[in-house]
């Protein structure tokens, strides 16, 4: 089955799905792998790391893929975008931080921008440096957000916003957003389609400890929070209005809502946290994803969960 919209006839694909660009997640096997199936992958650019770029663009073997960025690191390293505009992706992500400084030369590469935003005055400005997609993230989505809009409010919100500002410019759903019922809500609600991350990352081609899946796919969203414990022991200098949602652990149980006495424990702290990536131990390790974990109970290729998703969505549209 297919599921037409703007969003495939735009970038010519076969489903209104793209992979989250997710931080050292969303790799070249994985964004390959949902290209192939007929959505859009985009790599996950991150705190930006030119080598980790450079071997996961190679990894996707050439297929047409995207990069997503974090916008307030890549201001510390501008380098990394000429560096990922020389392989011709099929799109460029910005999210949390400043379009201006970047979308000037994405647009003059000839390659469309997608902006997440998190509220419609961020929307405002996106729409105003020529953003063509706007992606609508509620905080029910893991990883890093606002956490102040639902997914289910904030997209008609997003749609009816762009339909009178910017006709042509489109909108995604993301947040929640983990099997066919999503992206059928999401199509029902006005989106082009969706933007997926925490589905992804319980994927066999997602860099991801698979210890880590097995955990999560036991969890409900109730078991998850937004926090920020883990960019602390990370020392990540995110903008205080962002936050993340992760999956609950001891350590996050610990330390959430005790910042001062975190910071004044922190050499311990990060030491403990470092040993515990390095054994792959989620009682401290972090995982970061959404709400919908809920929805998730197997670990599956990234092709069969786009085909899937489809044809779920499908079905429910065409009733």
């Known amino acids: 089955m297919s599921l037409s919209t703007r969003l495939t006839e735009f970038f010519g694909i076969a489903h209104p799905i793209l992979l989250a660009p997710m931080a050292g997640i969303s790799g070249g096997r994985l964004a390959a792998t ?13 705190y930006g790391d030119a080598d980790w770029l450079r071997r996961e663009f190679d990894l996707a ?15 510390r390293s501008p380098e990394l975008l000429e560096l990922v ?3 011709r992706p099929a799109a460029i992500m910005l999210s949390f931080g400043d379009l201006r400084p ?29 953003a063509q997609i706007l ?17 289910f409010t904030f997209v008609p919100d997003l749609v009816d ?36 991350g925490t589905r992804f990352w319980a994927s066999t081609e997602a860099l991801v400890s698979p210890l880590a899946q097995q955990r999560a796919i036991q969890a409900s969203g109730d078991d998850t929070l937004r926090t920020r414990v883990y960019d602390v022991v990370r020392q990540l200098d995110w903008p205080v209005e962002y936050d993340e949602r992760a999956l609950r652990n001891a350590f996050v149980d610990t330390w959430h809502g005790n910042d001062a006495a975190l910071l004044d424990g922190l050499p311990g702290a990060i030491d403990l946290f470092e040993k515990a990536v390095a054994a792959e131990d989620f009682d401290i390790a972090a995982m970061l994803v959404g709400e919908a974990v809920a ?5 599956r290729p990234a092709s069969e969960i786009v085909h899937e998703m489809v044809g779920e969505a499908a079905r429910i549209l065409n009733r």
Request: charged share 10%; hydrophobic share 50%; proline share 1%.
């Open 34 to 46: 949902v290209s192939s199936a007929g959505g859009l992958g985009l790599i996950g650019g991150g």
């Open 61 to 75: 073997a050439g297929a047409r893929v995207g990069c997503g960025f974090i916008t307030w690191s890549l201001s």
């Open 85 to 87: 505009l020389s392989w």
């Open 102 to 130: 970047f979308a000037g030369r994405i647009h003059q590469a000839g390659i469309p921008l997608i902006a997440q935003v998190q509220t419609l005055d961020q929307a405002r400005q996106a729409v105003a440096v020529g």
């Open 135 to 151: 992606v609508a993230q509620g905080g029910e989505a893991g990883g890093h957000g606002m956490g102040i809009r639902s997914t």
């Open 161 to 196: 916003f762009a339909a009178e500002r910017s006709a042509e410019t489109l909108v995604l759903a993301a947040g929640g957003v983990a099997d066919g019922r999503g992206l059928a809500a999401a199509v029902a609600l006005g989106a082009d389609g969706v933007l997926v």
């Open 295 to 299: 929805l998730i109970h197997q670990v």
